[in-house]
């Protein structure tokens, strides 16, 4: 009478058992599903990123400015240079007039400018053909130009990237030093997110920086997130590591307009009134802040430009700018 009972007793639990695992087994394939989606809207929101700012990437990559003349680019200006490993895996380019080669005329010189290349701190490189044709055009003014590679935002993050930028401050001093005699303090120079690095280096070591340039950078870094562009608003949370409205603290930190020294070094500020991906309300805060503060500021203005502007405008208005930008690296405010 007992057996029964205990047969279906073991044969509903072994239907239990199977049952069991067929829930864990579509759970399992649910999980790796989902992972799968995840990874594939990833890989599609990059390629969109990408798409959507195809005409960006063209001028960064291709674009060079007015006055980088046929006839500068045959001169060989930038023949002159060497190639140093200034941190573990990062190189450092140094360009400079002909005349240093042979330590004549030193006193010719008329600064020494470190680049920080744009890219959304998460791509760029030190040696793309637009940053190539700045150099080229300060070089041929009589500038000694050094140029850096930095990690990528998304696997340093951005305070590593402020620190590379400072040890290649003093590499640079010590080298121009020792090789030319050159007693000069380091003028800084940035694109776009390089201005952002380039700015905030400033502040850290004032008493080190001639004067500072930023072309179009976020001075305040919450105004990206008011900017249409994708791939700023996604190079800004990678880098950063989080999003303004669970991190706003973080952003504010970390904005060139929260870190303003009593000593902070002269600042020209340049950018374009149709720049779509980072507002160019943002080189106005930063503009009016250090001007507050009583210390040097210029601000210029574009008002066809948009973000890199110069490498792809050929107007009067677009060479005066870049002609300015080099009068105030040399010291001359206008």
Known sequence: MDEKPAGSFFRK???????????????????????????????????????LNIPLIRKSILGRLPTDTKELRKSNILNCNETFEYAPNLYLDVFYPPPLKSMKKTENIKGIVLFAHGGGWISGYRRQPNNISWYRYLVSKGFVVATIDYERGYKAGI???????????DFLESYTTKRFGLNQKVSLMGLSAGGHLALLAASRVPEKIKNVVAYYSPCDLLDIWSSASIFARFAAATTLKRLPNRAKDVYERYSPINNITENYPPTLLVHGLKDSVVPYISSVKMFKRLRE???????LIHSKGDHGFEFVLRDQKTIDIIQKTASFLEGKLW
């Not at 305070?159 to 401050?169: P, Q, S, T, V």
């Not at 503060?293 to 601000?299: M, R, S, T």
């Open 13 to 51: 639990m072994e239907r239990v058992a199977r049952t069991t695992r067929l829930i864990l087994l579509l759970k399992g394939i649910l999980i790796l599903f989902s992972l799968f989606l995840a990874f594939s809207n990833f890989l599609l929101f990059f390629i969109v990123t990408l798409i």
């Open 159 to 169: 305070e590593k990237l402020i620190e590379e930028l400072l040890e290649a401050i």
């Open 293 to 299: 503060k009583g210390l040097v500021a210029k601000l």
